[in-house]
């Protein structure tokens, strides 16, 4: 037998951008922070809470609360998204670009306004405000190409979480991927929290299996591991195989996968989670990213997500695969991370291995000297940095109007981090949501000398040309 990729339609999709409009307006049922520029109709399917997301059909549209990893399975077979909670750097927000579904997020009232079955058209096409219209109101769609784009000095990456995507994605025109997850691989493929699987086997963390985990618990383990007797390298394999996926498609170019950066909340969603994860008041500066690492209450976990990674750079040998460490809040964080790394086989410059760090908090550009002496790229997650720099909630409708990445003082940050990345060597980068919704931050980051720009697939072909404008305006590369 002879396999290769289909080349053709996906050559064909990313070459072109797509701009919808609709012909006439309708009876407007509900409205909220649109994301993304698409237009989309189909039946209603409100869903209260994550266990019920099984009631929910292929095209229909998701009207819920608010979504969490728990909802990406059904995302994906969405025809558009509306939920009551969140704005531009929500979980429902973030998932819908990535898989180019319209989303209207904040919207208050949508479950009570909206009734299983309703005819419903989600228009996100009309600027920053997205209305559900009553009914399926017919909308044009045209097609725009742009070949030859130009080849830009400063590297143009996708953030790509969806390893069934990531063939038909890489046709896009890229650089690599600037930002690979965890997240949407454990969710959708392993569903179980690493902790879970290994207490089957031996009790984590010293604790016997039946004091932590109940009977039902146990069952649905089994179930979902049906055939493996080895439930850890059930998590190790699924992990592996989902990221050599996203790595292989896009190889030779870089991949840069972030490890896992769940919250506590949302890792005690998962089979199991609920046994090994604290209760806390506000999970998104609590027990994240890098401080989980080293920790005794997940060091065992972090084990698996290393050897799975070792796995793939060297059994598969994909070699592409950089690593990238979430909200490290310390220089010494992110030793004793790289010392537990090395413990498992992955060390810095080893088989070529580069290690990035999230900057997303200000002391990561505070302490950027420090940082730039054991890390060899620093990649801007504008999300959770303008979060920290402003004080808000990135998650909160309330204060959304506050949140705002090209606020001076966050500019400011973005502006002097990447002034000690090109005065001392380290790779910068950025792979938050600001480039994406605003050109103008693009052309400021160019400006300023970054580079690389990661941006969700479907903005890509757009934000190129933003760079390419801005490359030309200042007459030479930075």
Not at 26 to 33: N, Q
Not at 192 to 219: F, I, N, V
Not at 231 to 238: I, N, S, V, W, Y
Not at 420 to 426: F, K, L, S, Y
Request: hydrophobic share 40%.
């Amino acid at each position: 037998m002879q396999a290769r990729p289909e080349t053709v339609q996906s050559r064909k999709a990313a070459e072109v951008i797509e701009t919808f409009k609709l012909q006439q307006r309708g009876k407007v049922l509900v409205t909220g922070r649109s994301v993304g520029k698409k237009i989309a109709a189909g039946p209603v399917r409100v869903i209260k809470s994550a266990e019920f997301i099984n009631q929910f059909k292929d095209g229909e549209v998701l009207v819920t609360d608010k979504t969490d990893p728990d909802w990406d399975p059904i995302m994906k077979q969405a025809a558009a998204i509306v939920t009551n909670r969140g704005r531009r750097t929500c979980h429902a927000a973030i998932v819908s670009r990535e898989l180019g579904v319209p989303a209207i997020v904040g919207t208050e009232h949508g479950p009570e306004l909206l009734t299983d079955g309703q005819m419903v058209t989600v228009s996100c096409a009309e600027g920053d405000t997205g209305f559900v219209y009553d009914g399926k109101l017919p909308f044009d769609v045209s097609r725009t190409s742009l070949k030859p784009l130009g080849d830009p000095h400063t590297k143009v990456m996708m953030n790509v979480g969806n390893p069934e995507e990531a063939f038909s994605l890489s046709f896009i025109p890229n650089d690599g991927v600037g930002l690979a997850c965890e997240e949407f691989i454990i969710t959708t493929y392993i569903k179980a929290h690493p902790l879970a699987l290994l207490d089957c086997c031996s009790g984590a963390g010293g604790t016997p299996a039946p004091l932590r985990l109940d009977a039902a618990t146990r069952a649905q383990l089994d179930a979902l591991t049906a055939g493996c007797v080895d439930k850890p390298q059930f998590f190790l394999d699924k992990l592996a195989q989902g990221v050599a996926m996203i790595a292989a498609a896009f190889y030779p170019k870089d991949v840069i996968l972030r490890l896992s950066d769940f919250k506590t909340n949302e890792y005690a969603n998962l089979i199991g989670g609920r046994a090994y994860e604290p209760i806390e008041e506000n999970p998104m500066i609590g027990f994240r990213g890098a401080s989980r690492y080293y920790h005794p209450r997940y060091q065992a976990g972090f084990a698996l997500e290393c050897k799975a990674v070792k796995k793939v750079r060297e059994e598969m040998g994909l070699t592409n695969l950089k690593l990238m460490i979430p909200f490290c809040r310390k220089v010494e964080e992110g030793r004793r991370v790289q010392a537990e790394m090395a413990k498992h086989g992955l060390r810095r410059g080893e088989n070529g291995l580069e290690l990035y760090v999230m900057c997303e908090i200000p002391s990561n550009v505070i302490l950027a000297d420090e940082f730039a002496d054991i890390f060899d790229g620093f990649s801007i997650g504008s999300n959770d940095l303008t979060q920290l720099t402003l004080g808000v909630d990135r998650d909160s409708e309330i204060v959304a109007p506050i949140f705002d990445e090209r606020n001076a003082a966050v500019k400011k940050l973005i502006a002097q981090v990447i002034v000690v990345c090109r005065q001392r060597g380290p790779k910068i980068g950025i792979c938050g949501e600001a480039p994406r919704d605003y050109p103008e931050l693009a052309q400021f980051l160019v400006e300023q000398g970054i580079n690389s720009i990661s941006l969700n697939p479907d903005t890509v072909l757009k934000r190129t040309m933003a760079i390419l404008e801005k490359e030309r305006e200042v007459g030479a590369a930075p």
